[in-house]
């Protein structure tokens, strides 16, 4: 028995607090639903592995980069840039994430908020000029 349900068990019958035991139900609850989901993406991918058709073929076990068969030996070396690439565009998505909640509460934090925001994005306008200056924004 999940120890949320003896919990909840354990404290109606000794009659405590009805406070308590509401907040053990809100857990009981969490943990059903989480019971429910765990069961249905179980039954989901059991099913999936039925219903699907199954024809093992060595070529499938190929590895291929975007439809391309491999040429040579599977370790490369690969470009700083593109990583760092890829680290600017987190960069700036991270910046959106903090931007739109600021946009719906500028005008609660006012001239402090304004400040605050154009500072970050001072420094986000600098990391971006270093990387063009450093050529890292060029894909050839």
Not at 11 to 24: H, I, M, V, W, Y
């Amino acid at each position: 028995m999940p120890l949320a349900l003896s919990a909840v068990l354990a404290a109606s019958a000794a009659g405590t607090s009805s406070d308590s035991s509401a907040f053990l139900r809100q857990y009981l609850t969490v943990a059903i639903f989480a019971a429910a989901a765990v069961v249905m993406v179980g039954a989901m991918l059991g099913l999936g592995r039925l219903l699907r058709p199954s024809r093992p073929q060595e070529q499938k076990s190929i590895a291929y980069e975007s439809g391309v068969d491999p040429v040579g030996q599977g370790w490369s070396q690969s470009q700083v840039r593109y990583y760092v690439f890829a680290l600017l565009f987190v960069m700036f998505d991270v910046e959106a994430v903090f931007i739109f909640p600021w946009a719906t509460r500028l005008e609660a934090m006012g001239t402090y908020g304004l400040v605050e925001m154009a500072i970050f994005i001072g420094i986000l306008v600098l990391g971006l000029v270093y990387a063009w200056r450093k050529g890292v924004l060029r894909w050839v």
